[in-house]
């Protein structure tokens, strides 16, 4: 069973989807993980349905805590599969391999996954700074550990907060401004014209230069899975685009 989207969509990369007994109500990718038993939500778990369907072992993340214990406090043998990096993606599907006796296939899928992320374009003068606005009241932005930080590394930027503490720090507004972020990564148009048309940022160089995107896919982004590298293919083109932009009118 997983109990985690990045989980049940590695579990799919191996060619291990046929073990999966139940999933949560955020596990919808691939499309033919929704045909597998949906559990609902952690918040709250339903545990008696989590317990009904007998899984050998569940999948989650390390960030569920009070619900890992409390399963395995009712006997349920418990797997932590939660990359920091986006080449532990790869490791994962070695692991996962190796408990779901399909070495042979994550083997293979894992060495793809390595070889396609040599091929990804991230050259960059100087990596851009970015602001990854995880949430906004209050702001949180990614820590310099954390999965979302390293994404934003190898397209070529910059994540700010990289001498930050925390997986998920909490920031004021004015220390964010202070680090003059040059793009701004939001999760929807809602938040992008906030930061356009707020007079707080306007003096931050991605409003400037209108350089507030908005993200195609969240979950390519949070999820540390297979599509990373569409993630990172999308952001790279971002700063790419930029950069030559600039060239140009320097010419």
């Given at each position: 069973m997983?109990?985690a989207?990045?989980?049940?969509e590695?579990?799919?990369?191996i060619?291990?989807e046929?073990l999966l007994?139940g999933?949560?109500?955020?596990c919808n990718?691939?499309s ?9 939500s952690l ?5 008696e349905?989590?317990?009904?369907l ?5 999948l989650?993340i390390?960030g ?5 214990q409390r399963?395995e406090?009712?006997?349920i043998?418990?797997?932590v599969i939660h990359?920091?990096t ?5 490791s994962?599907?070695r692991?996962?391999?190796q ?10 899928r ?5 070889n ?17 606005e995880?949430?906004?009241?209050p702001?949180?932005?990614?820590g310099p ?5 390293d994404l934003i590394?190898l397209s070529?930027g910059?994540p700010i907060g990289g001498q930050?503490?925390?997986?998920w720090?909490?920031?004021d507004l004015?220390?964010?401004?202070s ?7 939001v999760r929807?148009a809602?938040?992008?014209t906030?930061f ?6 306007r003096e931050?160089?991605?409003v400037?230069?209108n350089?507030?995107l ?10 540390p899975g ?8 999308w ?7 930029s950069q030559t932009q ?6």
């Open positions: 997983s109990l989207p990045s989980n049940t590695l579990m799919f990369a060619g291990a046929d007994v999933r949560t109500s955020r990718y691939p033919q993980a929704e045909s597998i038993t949906n559990v609902g918040f709250p778990a339903n545990y349905k989590i317990i009904s007998r899984p050998d072992l569940v989650m390390d569920d805590l009070k619900v890992k399963l406090s009712l006997g043998k418990i797997v990359p920091k986006v080449r532990e993606i790869a994962s599907m692991f996962l391999g408990i779901t006796n399909r070495g042979k296939q994550a083997d293979d894992s060495q793809s996954f390595l396609a992320l040599k091929t990804l374009d991230n050259s960059q003068t100087r990596p851009r700074r970015i602001l990854y995880v949430w906004n009241q702001l949180i932005i990614p550990k954390t999965f979302l930080a590394r070529g910059l930050l503490s925390g997986s720090p909490q920031v004015e220390w964010a401004m680090q003059n972020p040059e793009f701004i990564l929807n809602e938040r992008k906030y356009l048309n707020s007079p707080i940022w931050t160089s991605a400037k230069k350089q507030v908005v993200l195609p896919n969240e979950d390519i982004f949070t999820r297979p599509r990373v590298h569409t993630a990172i293919n952001l790279s083109h971002k700063l790419n685009t600039k060239m140009r009118t320097h010419e």
